[in-house]
Each structure stands twice: as C-alpha cells, then as structure tokens.
C-alpha cells in the first residue's frame, strides 16, 4: 500500500484535505455531485478543521457534495455527546455550505428489526449515486476499517457489528470511564463498499497506530486484520505521521 509519512498530523492533514477539496471542485466544474465516505474518530480531526478554513478563507463549497458516514454506535441518540451525527456536525457539516439532505449518517436509533432494512438502503443509495469518489478511513488498534472488526469478510455488507473488547476500551474516555456505558455493537459500512471506493485515503497518527500500521501495510491480506483487505485496492493511500510510521521496514 502506498504510504507517505509527514512530519506531523497537521502538515498530513493539510495535505489530505487539499486532494479532497480538490476533487470536490473538479466535479464542480464537471457539474456532478462528489461522493465522499467519512470517518469519525480523533483521527480525521484536523482533516475537518481544514477543510472548514478552506471554506471560511478560500471559498471551498460544498454545495455539491454528499457524504454518507462509516458507522454509527448502536444504541445511540444522534444528540447524545458521544453520538457521531453529533461529532460530523461540530466537526465538519454545521460550519461549511453543505445541504442538509445531503449527508447520510447510519442511525443509532433504529428498532432491532428496522436495521437490516436500513443498511440495504443506505448501500442502495450509494450505489444509485454512482458509487464513493472518495473514502477516508482511520484504523483501529485491531486494525478494524470502519467498525469492521477482525472476523469481518473482504464481502461483507452494512451491518449492525459486535465491538470488540479493545475497542469498546479504546473508546472508554468517551463516556466517563466506564466501560458499561460503551455501545456493545455499532452499524458499519460493510468492506465491501469501502473496497469498492475510487480513492482509499487512511490516517493514522501516533505510536499506538505504528505495529497495526506495519501489519496492515506488510503483512498477509487476512480477516483477522480487515485493513490489510485494502492492499487489494488499487488506489489507496496510508497518510501517516512519523510516529505511526515507526515499525515499516
Ligand atoms: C470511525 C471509524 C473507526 C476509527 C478508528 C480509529 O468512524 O470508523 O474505524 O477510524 O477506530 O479511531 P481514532 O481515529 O480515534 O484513532
């Protein structure tokens, strides 16, 4: 997999958020719609935040772009704090032009028996759009890509997902400590949806990212490790900081 490393998430971030302003303003000028995947997570941040001055300081809009979300926790209220229709409006969507209409987010509020109905939609609708021009991704420390845990096929489908343990725990200083309070499941965008993205781009910064960073760049394409699915696409980029860099041979 393609990797480039940076000095700092900043002047990687920088540089992630140009290529999607970028395409954005191609499909302005080609009259289409730009398709984007979004991820959550502390990653992504500095993603958003640059984006946001490039609308505020240069005129980038977002008038033309739809963007469907990775996951979503499962239960979860879309305004409660941890919530990530809550974090894609604090983030990115309340400070930039994009429509309202135009953003789609797997809901954590669905009755059980709605689920499997909804993520057939949502896949539905990506497809009826022409597919993602763009996917962003972090990793998990399990080298999980959205919430697709290890276990997760190369064909798997939007779904509602079982966390695993770590990372449930990674995500414990979200809600007060306590590990009870963490969602047991989430609903992910399946990897065969983000395998099927034109464009891969996933961040990783930081020495806890450095060994799953390794794995999934160096070593087998394996379910235990769904990252290393997307050595088998054909343009994908890892952005990674010096730290997270740290175990690539
Ligand atoms: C979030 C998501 C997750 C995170 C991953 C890394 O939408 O899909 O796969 O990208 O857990 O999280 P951070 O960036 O917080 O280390």
Redesign the pocket.
């Known amino acids: 997999i393609p990797t480039r490393i940076f000095a700092d998430p900043k002047e990687a971030s920088k540089s992630v958020a140009k290529e999607i302003a970028d395409l954005i303003r191609q499909k302005q000028k080609e009259g289409k719609n730009c398709v984007l995947g979004?991820?959550?997570?502390?990653?992504?941040k500095t993603v958003y935040a640059e984006l946001v001055r490039m609308h505020k300081e240069e005129g980038l809009s977002f008038k033309n772009v739809i963007s469907f979300?990775?996951?979503e926790y499962y239960p979860m209220e879309p305004d409660a704090i941890q919530s990530?229709w809550r974090f894609m409006r604090e983030q990115l969507f309340d400070h930039v032009d994009i429509p309202k209409e135009n953003y789609f987010i797997p809901l954590g509020t669905l009755p059980q028996n709605a689920i499997a109905e909804f993520c057939n939609s949502y896949e539905a609708k990506i497809d009826a759009l022409g597919g993602l021009d763009f996917q962003l991704?972090?990793?998990?420390?399990n080298g999980?890509?959205?919430?697709?845990e290890p276990g997760s096929l190369a064909n798997s489908r939007t779904r509602l997902m079982m966390l695993d343990h770590s990372?449930r725990a990674?995500?414990i200083g979200d809600f007060g400590g306590e590990l009870i309070k963490v969602p047991k499941k989430a609903i992910?965008l399946g990897v065969s949806k983000i395998l099927q993205a034109k464009r891969v781009v996933l961040?990783?910064?930081?020495e806890?990212?450095a060994e799953v960073i390794a794995q999934a760049v160096e070593g087998r394409v394996t379910e235990h490790l769904p990252a290393s699915y997307l050595q088998q696409h054909n343009n994908c980029l890892f952005v990674v900081d010096m730290a997270a860099a740290t175990e690539l041979k």
Request: avoid cysteine; proline fraction near 3%; glycine fraction near 20%.
């Open positions: 979004l991820a959550t997570g502390s990653s992504p979300n990775l996951d990530y991704l972090g990793i998990g420390g999980h890509i959205g919430f697709n990372t990674a995500a992910t961040l990783a910064w930081g806890r990212k």
